[in-house]
C-alpha cells in the first residue's frame, strides 16, 4: 500500500524557515523522481519542485528559486524527501504535499499546513 506522509509544516514569520519532510513507502520510490506540491486556500494545487531519482537534477518554479531546496535519501530501501524552505513568504501559505513528480500522482497524502505571517 502506497503511502505518503507529509510532516514539518507549522506556523513561522516573514522571512522564517521550515523544513518539510516526506516518507514514502509501499512502492519503489528510489527508482523515481519526487516533488513537492502545495495547494492555497482558493487555489488550485500546483507545483514547487523536483528531483530526479538521484538527486542530480532538481527543478524549481521561479517562485521559489534561490529560497527553496529539495532533496533526498534513498538509503535502506525507504525514500525521504526533503523541503528546506527559507525566507518564507505571506504567498508561501498552503498546504504542502509530496508525490511522484513528471508523472500521474499516486494517492495524495494529507500534507502539511504551512502558515506564514506577515
Known amino acids: 500500500q502506497v503511502q505518503l506522509v507529509e510532516s514539518g509544516g507549522g506556523l513561522v514569520q516573514a522571512g522564517g524557515s521550515l523544513r518539510l519532510s516526506c516518507a514514502a513507502s509501499?512502492?519503489?520510490?528510489?527508482?523515481?523522481?519526487m516533488g513537492w506540491f502545495r495547494q492555497a486556500p482558493g487555489k488550485e494545487r500546483e507545483s514547487v519542485t523536483g528531483?530526479?531519482?538521484?538527486?542530480?537534477?532538481?527543478?524549481?518554479v521561479d517562485s521559489v528559486k534561490g529560497r527553496f531546496t529539495i532533496s533526498r535519501d534513498n538509503a535502506n530501501a525507504k525514500t525521504t524527501v526533503y523541503l528546506q524552505m527559507n525566507s518564507l513568504k505571506p504567498e508561501d501559505t498552503a498546504v504542502y504535499y509530496c508525490?511522484?513528480?513528471?508523472?500521474?500522482?499516486?494517492?495524495w497524502g494529507q500534507g502539511t499546513q504551512v502558515t506564514v505571517s506577515s
Open positions: 528531483i530526479s531519482w538521484s538527486g542530480a537534477s532538481t527543478y524549481y
Open positions: 508525490n511522484l513528480w513528471g508523472r500521474s500522482p499516486e494517492a
Open positions: 509501499g512502492r519503489t520510490f528510489s527508482s523515481s523522481a
